[in-house]
């Protein structure tokens, strides 16, 4: 942490499933009012928006050619022109670091056109672009006309708290690619968990600060234990702080939440639609206009925003001139579809008619539904598992919180907690970064999402360990893969607390040694050949060069439970060479 003293300037990435964007602070100028959001996204179409859609356009060559607003226009326009064969484009694909398993160095993605490009290599582009921007931001910004480099910066790069190590590390190693900070430094990258970042800002505000509330009063001041719900685009993560007498914070439950979010929503529009032109007529559509099927769900994506009594009763959607034609040729007139939808709408909801889809807001309402029953189930389930006792608030951060079908559910579903929601609860994320990089050492007490252990052998003890797992080593019976913990799932740990363990060779003559790391949600695992359990990195290998004192070598493995990261080192204790290694719980390729 001293290095991070001499960093000048704080930046913040978020890097959404939907959208993107950055702020920045002085390092030592601390405060809310001292954090500048970069507002400059989408210039080149005309907007100033805070975040920019996280879509990514690369050159035929795999080179990186535009991000944002900029990538979804360049690749919407060769749609409209029928030449985005060439076109490599990607959307969403964050949710590739939740979904997959196995996710190394080498896990793929496959873009629109069919091109197969590395994940690590996409993030790092995107991660370098934003980086860039970011610096051409702080330096137009600073009033004193002074030039940052990016070694003057400390870099933040947010990351969901629901995700795995490994993909936590994935974002480190794509940062590092991108050259925000790099291995021989890696205090000059901190990785922040989306909700506690949020928790950050939420502190530091006050009652007038969130949706509906007014008054001066700090809402800290009301504060024991709260809930952070982060409710983006993709994604739901939740977080329970306790704060302390001292004003540090404790985590009381490990990350919650799941896949659900705001895209849930647009999923039930195109159910929707599906509903009313046919699952045929649509998917050819899509096939065919590939553009004006994006024009549909942009304008939905600005007609979903409505809120319920503001102007209106109803929202458009403009159905491009393809549209009207395809489906007046293919399903029917304007009459016979609403004469159709009938059948599921009652009168007046939806309405097809001179190339608008009307909806009304009621029926707008009901595609919030069921991912706002989900939501509420998590949350609900959440709170089944902890004491409540101190738990008085709920915030409400990220994109999709600003919706009021949500704020009303979670709000109707806990009547006596306050649920607050920041006026800006989609930046509440990067701003909350910043501060989190400017005082990291807050959080004083985390909860273990999982088990982790390594592999080890012991020496056979029929009454308790099974036959199949024996095995002899130089005369010695061994029972192999046994699953030994270095930390339990729930187990509250300090940060920045290191635990010690103990290994020796289980052969004399043995120089290498190889300790692997697995990680299990079951609380019971014996072996690490156990269901349920998953390897989180193999070959990690220490040398133990002087064997003259056979097994009785000392191989010491040290467990660092950083602020959001484990790390993991090794020591050849007993040779006197001193053996280090250094390992974070990553698969095996990432290292
Ligand atoms: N006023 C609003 N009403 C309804 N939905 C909204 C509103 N504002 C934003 N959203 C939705 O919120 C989501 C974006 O939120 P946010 O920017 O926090 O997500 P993200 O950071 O991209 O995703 P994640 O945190 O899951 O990686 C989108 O699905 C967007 O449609
Ligand atoms: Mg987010």
Request: proline content about 3%.
């Amino acid at each position: 942490m001293d290095k991070q003293k001499n960093r000048l300037i704080t930046v913040a990435i978020d890097f959404g499933t939907t959208y993107s964007g950055f702020g920045f602070a002085e390092a030592n100028v601390l405060g809310e009012s001292s954090i500048q959001v970069f507002r400059g996204w989408g210039r080149g179409q005309g907007f100033s928006f805070y975040k920019t859609p996280t879509c990514v356009l690369l050159n035929p060559d795999g080179s990186f050619c535009k991000f944002g607003h900029a990538a979804v226009e360049t690749y919407t326009k060769a749609l409209a022109k029928g030449n985005n064969k060439d076109f490599i484009y990607f959307e969403r694909f964050k949710l590739i670091l939740y979904n997959t398993k196995n996710l190394s160095k080498d896990t793929n993605l496959m873009a629109a056109n069919g091109a197969v490009v590395k994940a690590l290599d996409l993030f790092s582009v995107c991660l370098a672009y934003i980086g860039d921007k970011a610096m051409e931001c702080v330096n137009a910004s600073d009033q004193r006309g002074r030039t940052y480099k990016s070694s003057d910066v400390q870099w933040v790069v947010t990351v969901p708290a629901i995700w795995e190590p490994t993909a936590k590390e994935f974002m480190r190693e794509a940062a590092y690619k991108a050259g925000l900070a790099s291995p021989a430094d890696p205090d000059q990258l901190l990785i922040a968990l989306e909700p506690e970042a949020a928790s950050f800002y939420c502190r530091t505000l006050q009652m007038k600060d969130f949706l509906g509330e007014s008054g001066d009063q700090l809402v800290n001041e009301d504060l024991a234990s709260y809930i952070v719900i982060d409710n983006g685009g993709g994604t739901l993560d939740i977080t329970v702080h306790e704060i302390q007498e001292d004003g540090t914070i404790h985590e009381i439950h490990c990350p919650s939440g799941g896949h659900l979010g705001g895209m849930h929503v647009d999923r039930e529009f195109q159910r929707m639609l599906i509903m009313v032109f046919g699952e045929d007529f649509i998917n050819k559509f899509r096939r065919e206009f590939p553009n004006d099927w994006q024009k549909i769900m942009n304008d939905f994506e600005i007609q979903k925003r409505a809120e319920q009594g503001v102007d209106s009763d109803e929202v458009s959607i403009v159905l491009p001139f393809n549209f009207v034609n395809a489906y007046s040729r293919d399903v029917g007139s304007d009459e016979n579809i609403n004469e159709r939808l009938k059948e599921y709408f009652k009168s007046n909801e939806v309405d097809v008619r001179n190339g608008y889809l009307s909806l009304s807001l009621d029926v707008l309402a009901r595609f919030f539904e069921p991912v706002a029953e989900k939501t509420v189930e998590v949350i609900k389930s959440l709170l089944r598992k902890i004491s409540q006792d101190n738990i008085n608030t709920l915030f409400l951060v990220g994109g999709f919180s600003q919706a009021l079908a949500m704020r009303k559910a979670i709000t109707q579903a806990f009547p006596d907690k306050r649920v607050l929601t920041p006026r800006d609860a989609e930046l509440a994320i990067i701003k909350g970064a910043v501060m989190f990089a400017q005082t990291p050492n807050l959080l004083t007490t985390r909860v273990m999402a999982k088990t982790y252990g390594i592999d080890i052998n012991e020496i056979f003890d029929g009454s308790k360990h099974p036959e199949e797992k024996k095995s002899e080593i130089c005369g010695v019976n061994y029972c192999e893969d046994i699953f030994d913990v270095l930390v339990k799932e729930d187990e509250k740990i300090k940060v920045g607390e290191k635990r010690s363990f103990f290994f020796s060779p289980v052969h004399p003559e043995q120089t290498t040694a190889t300790l692997r790391f697995f990680s299990t949600n079951n609380k019971n695992t014996q072996f690490v050949t156990d269901p349920g359990v998953f390897a989180e990195n193999v070959g990690f290998q220490i040398t133990t060069p002087d064997t003259t004192k056979g097994l009785r070598r000392n191989i010491e493995l040290s467990v660092y439970f950083g602020g959001t990261e484990i790390k993991v080192t090794a020591t050849d204790v007993n040779s006197g060479t001193f053996a280090k290694a250094a390992l974070r719980l990553v698969t095996k390729n990432l290292s």
